[in-house]
């Protein structure tokens, strides 16, 4: 029946994203409440700017002086950070999709139902994707919350694009674990491929941003987390082409994922 | 003129590559079970029986050959095919942090339940003693499998497939289940079940297919081969006896002496045997099912070729 396992999904995870959610929103709500006045953001760019440049960058803070705006200080403190955090609850729920049933012997009995392999992964998937969108607006609120405590004059709209613009990083990395998991088959193997690739992608980009080296610089785009871009999202706006570029490749692995599904053996 | 069967398999074939090594697991499988039968799969372990039964479910897929289950490719309309099906794996696992009865409910709903499949399977439950309350952590191995059972069974499906169905059950279930079974065939379904416990399919298959090495070497009819059946007796005497005694009896064809006891591998009835025996004090009588190699070799022989 149409739409059972999206909702058996939601309802086995709803609990674990809710936790999540409550830690993003604390962890945002913090770091606003936490810049007490733009005197502190002095000292901070001050202390930053006795810091070495190449150190700063690995940072994700191209300039000392960004550090003077709220903003830049955000962009540093929180979206520079959740994202690589996030990384935890992405894999655990690619994980979901279609590796812990099938690790555990339980797919067996799944595809003995009704149900189309195609369908287990896109209800699971879509279910994770709502999942993921509860935890964004969770973080949402507890920003929104530090806002109202704050006494600076923050850009609330600015804020909302930029925790907006996690989704699509990570969605990317649940494709990611769907993709790898369907194809290596064990849940261990597969938490090691997803967690090398996105210690490597962030490695890449910290080193891209710290080298001005024109191969470091191609490499870095190699790395998922370029096209995260949360400072710049933070300063600019959001960028349609990075999201763009991130919702494509997620639609990518899962078109994939669901050709070997479809293809391989199950459970073995 | 004969009915549709409900499985057909034609040359289907699986092979499994690790690595470069290639394992053929199924070796051009042609099988046909009718419907309203129940038919037993028996082999040893690793003979193919489970493959066999996750290829008709499209759990895996055939190297070569095809599986129809009632007229329709059991790859490409899976779907449709599964609604009809129920599936008890060998080795079963179930969502260990939901409830018997949140299994049930998760299921019947993936299955389209209208209500009716939920209240079969309280009726289930109540047949095999089995607590829905409890979560599925909590079961003990024979209690998962009722569940499993009860899980397979609660659509009333038209194909029951079941691996190694027993395994876990204690004696007193194990008649339940047969029960259970008969009851299914009385009502038209057709039952595919593997086991590598000649007893077990004695007890209710009309049919078996006897599987070895992932080869099927014969189909019979469960009469056909209870008929070669035989026991390993081992009678234990007072005082020594001499193996002769017992050489000639009809039946015997295999008798050591051992201490004070006569081992002998007999065919058919008892009474000839313990006629021979008479004035001899005996002490106690033992009696061993064959293996199913045993069974096997007793009626095919050691390259497989049937006994005339």
Not at chain 1, 92 to 102: C, D, K, Y
Not at chain 2, 99 to 110: I, P
Request: net charge neutral.
């Amino acid at each position: 029946m149409s739409g059972v396992v999206f909702w058996n999904t939601l309802k086995s995870h709803w609990r674990g994203a809710l936790y999540w959610g409550i830690g993003m929103g604390l962890l945002a709500y913090y770091i606003l409440v936490i810049i007490p006045d733009v005197d502190a953001l002095n000292q901070y760019a001050e202390m930053a700017a006795t810091l070495p440049p190449v150190l700063m960058q690995m940072l994700g803070v191209s300039d000392s002086a960004t550090l003077l705006a709220p903003e830049g200080f955000i962009g540093f403190g929180f979206f520079g950070y959740a994202l690589l955090i996030l990384a935890a609850y992405a894999v655990i729920a690619g994980l979901n999709v279609t590796a812990n049933e099938e690790d555990e012997g339980i797919l067996d009995i799944v595809l003995s139902l009704p149900l189309a392999r195609w369908r287990l992964v896109v209800e699971k998937f879509a279910a994770h994707l709502v999942l993921t969108l509860g935890i964004v607006l969770m973080a949402i609120l507890g920003m929104w919350l530090g806002v109202q405590q704050s006494v600076l004059d923050l850009n609330m709209a600015r804020l909302v694009e930029a925790t907006l613009n996690m989704l699509p990083g990570i969605l990317f990395m649940i494709a990611l674990t769907v993709f790898i998991s369907v194809l290596v088959r064990r849940k261990a193997a597969a938490i090691g491929i997803v967690a090398g690739i996105i210690a490597a992608s962030y490695f890449l980009d910290f080193i891209g941003k710290a080298v001005t080296n024109d191969i470091v610089q191609v490499v870095q785009k190699l790395s998922f987390y370029t096209y995260y871009d949360s400072a710049g999202v933070i300063t600019h706006g959001l960028n349609v082409g990075n999201i763009a570029l991130l919702l494509a490749l997620t639609v990518i692995l899962l078109a994939g994922a669901l050709w070997f599904f479809n293809r391989r053996d199950v459970g073995l | 003129m004969a009915a549709n069967p409900v499985i057909q398999t034609d040359n289907l074939t699986k092979v499994y590559k690790t690595g470069k090594e290639a394992v053929v697991a199924l070796k051009d499988l042609n099988l046909s079970v009718q419907p309203g039968e129940i038919f037993g799969f028996l082999g040893p372990n690793g003979a193919g029986k489970t493959t066999t039964i996750r290829l008709l479910l499209d759990l895996i897929r055939p190297t070569r050959g095809r599986a129809n289950i009632f007229g329709q490719d059991a790859n490409l309309n899976s779907v449709a095919l599964h609604q009809r099906i129920g599936f008890l794996p060998g080795e079963l696992s179930l969502w260990k942090h939901l409830t018997g009865k949140q299994v049930v409910n998760y299921v019947a709903s993936v299955r389209g339940d209208d209500g009716r499949m939920v209240k079969h399977a309280n009726e289930l439950a109540e047949q095999l003693d089995l607590d829905f309350s409890k979560k599925v952590r909590a079961y003990s191995s024979g209690n998962r499998r009722k569940l499993g059972l009860v899980v397979s069974m609660m659509h009333k499906p038209d194909l029951l497939i079941l691996d190694e169905p027993t395994g876990g059950l204690d004696p007193l279930l194990q008649q339940t289940f047969n029960q259970m079974m008969r009851d299914a065939r009385a009502a038209g379904r057709t039952v595919f079940l593997s086991s590598h416990v000649l007893g077990e399919v004695q007890a209710i298959c009309d049919r078996v297919g006897i599987l070895r090495n992932g080869e099927l070497k014969a189909v019979e009819r469960v009469d056909d081969l209870t008929h070669t059946n035989f026991q390993w007796i081992t009678l234990r005497f007072r005082d020594a006896i001499a193996p002769e005694v017992v050489a000639q009896v009809p039946g015997v064809t295999e008798v050591t002496a051992e201490n004070h006891s006569l081992k002998v591998r007999l065919s058919g009835d008892f009474d000839p045997l313990l006629r021979a025996v008479e004035g001899h004090y005996i002490v106690g009588v033992q009696t061993k099912e064959p293996t199913l190699e045993e069974i096997f070799l007793a009626f095919y022989g050691n390259n497989g070729a049937q006994k005339s």
